[in-house]
């Protein structure tokens, strides 16, 4: 009986992170571009479902449910920009995990606020050096750019990468602390009856 | 909402293409991203632009369809154009355009590199434009499989997946009535500062949640009770098989990938 409620549970957890998944690709149309930022850079609130998976569940959920949406949107849109959603990948893992490893480890609104600046700041840095490394090389080999100097590449970076990054952490716990707060009694209270 | 934004690209239609088992269409296509890189003379270019154009042809879709899944991206591609005639400096002046010369190793330079990005982009979303989200699915799963000896979940990822593309419409609906329900108590999303618009998301997603909960309790004692215990032996409603006209489609390809190298210098 134990072992058969225990998987019973588990298809209920794999079924939840796929509606969080959905709702993530739902919210991606909510997405509006900044007015001072190129277009290719775009807030949205994906990352929202995303990290309340890792906060109900574990870490682990939060990366399944980036996952699922950034597969979804890569099959709805033709794989045209498969470096940028690569790139929305790690940026939401670097933000999602840091935040429900601070969460679970010490629980409570204070330690969600913590988490939530450091998700920001280490987003921040890995997409900085993600993309001075490998996303913008990439993206120089697709547009017959080889020879990109590193001030070229320091330049985007500081000016694109960086700035929107911040304003991205920052939207999205704008957001996610009204939604927490309010969310928190029903989460607990699913939390016990799912575990 | 759900009028304005028609999620996927996929066109129905009954051409040879539509018909291909999915799992070859991928994997051309992924074959052809590698080898667009080797194409390096105007004879190379024009034979895959050639093969590219045709392939769009026969899929009988209308090419209007094809051009609006193209849309994001023709900027990008008149951006590399414009930027290579400003920055390369190779070969002779042709012309100048208001005392700036524009060289000729930069028109070809930027002329190629436009090209091979349009093949791009036109080639990978003629799979979106004939192949079902779950046929693509499917596809990742078989294609997945081998990945199975590593322990990697696949099986559940497709299930996942299978189920994320099912409640799409669903949840869309769901979130566009959420929406008009909390806009009629005097929620407003569309004006005012950028924090009260993120503030009036909060109203939106807590019920939207909520009922992704429900759901997900509903779906899964739905599936217990039709036994199902996870991807041992379990049957499947589609099956992929590769027929001969996968094997066909194969065979041209690597011909046009061997004419390509024959044509490269």
Known sequence: MQAKSKQSSNLLKLIILSLFGTIS???LFLNFPLPFLPPYLKVDFGEVPTLLAALIFSPMAGVIVQLIKNLLYLIFTGAADPVGVFANFVAGITFVVPISMIYHKYKGNKSLITGLVSGTII???????????????????FMGWEEMTSTFLLSTIFV??????????VIVSALFVPLFVKLKPWIEQKQATIR | MSNSIIIGQYVPGDSWIHRLDPRIKIVIIFCFVVF????????SYGWLTLFAIATAASTKIKARFIAKGLTPVWFLIIFTFVLHLIVTREGTVLFEVFTFPIYSGALIQGFSISLRFFLLILVTSLLTLTTTPIEITDAIESLLHPLKKIKFPVHELALMMSISLRFIPTLMQETEKISKAQASRGVDFKTGPLKDRIQAVVPLLVPLFV?????????????????????EGRSKLRELVIRKQDIIALGLFAFVIVVLFLLRS
Do not use: H, W
């Open chain 2, 36 to 43: 667009v890189f080797f194409a390096n003379t105007a004879l």
């Open chain 1, 123 to 141: 987003m921040t840095i890995a997409m900085g050096v993600l993309n001075y490394y490998v996303l913008l090389p990439i993206y120089g080999v």
């Open chain 2, 211 to 231: 009922s992704a909960f429900k759901r997900a309790e509903d779906l899964a004692m739905a599936m217990e009770a039709r036994g199902y215990r996870g991807g």
């Open chain 1, 25 to 27: 690709m739902v919210l």
């Open chain 1, 160 to 169: 694109g990468v960086v700035p929107f990054n911040l304003l991205k952490g």
